[in-house]
Nanobody, 123 residues
Framework: QVQLVESGGGQVQAGASLRLSCTGS????????MGWFRQAPGKEREFVSR????????VYADSVKGRFTVSRDNAKNMVYLQMNSLRPADTSVYYC????????????????WGQGTQVTVVG
């Protein structure tokens, strides 16, 4: 059974940086796309970023382009989200997600989710 466990969330001041990590277990993630979604209070869960197995074309939501960077370490089954220049609007629970294969177009239904990690940006 696939398990995804996020870490690295916290409370920071606006303009600061955080790095989220997600560790996958339960299977090999060879050939799997991994990435991140987030959900703010009272809002729907939204896509943030994804990265394919070969670390080729990464995709970002417009709201985070130029500030967030997704990466992965296939040997460790890990995916990361480096978040810079954080804003109060980035306050959300961030979820790691994965799906088999290459995602073409919107990523609407990941196969597996983590439990989420809270990111709070104040100021």
């Amino acid at each position: 059974q696939v398990q995804l466990v996020e870490s690295g969330g916290g409370q920071v001041q606006a303009g600061a940086s955080l790095r989220l990590s997600c560790t996958g277990s339960g299977r090999t993630f060879a050939g799997y796309t991994m990435g991140w979604f987030r959900q703010a209070p009272g809002k729907e869960r939204e896509f943030v970023s994804r990265i394919p197995w070969n670390r080729g074309q990464t995709v970002y939501a417009d709201s985070v382009k130029g500030r967030f960077t997704v990466s992965r370490d296939n040997a460790k089954n890990m995916v990361y989200l480096q978040m810079n220049s954080l804003r109060p609007a980035d306050t959300s629970v961030y979820y790691c997600a994965t799906s088999a294969g290459v995602i073409v177009g919107p990523w609407t239904s990941p196969a597996s989710w983590g439990q989420g990690t809270q990111v709070t940006v104040v100021g």
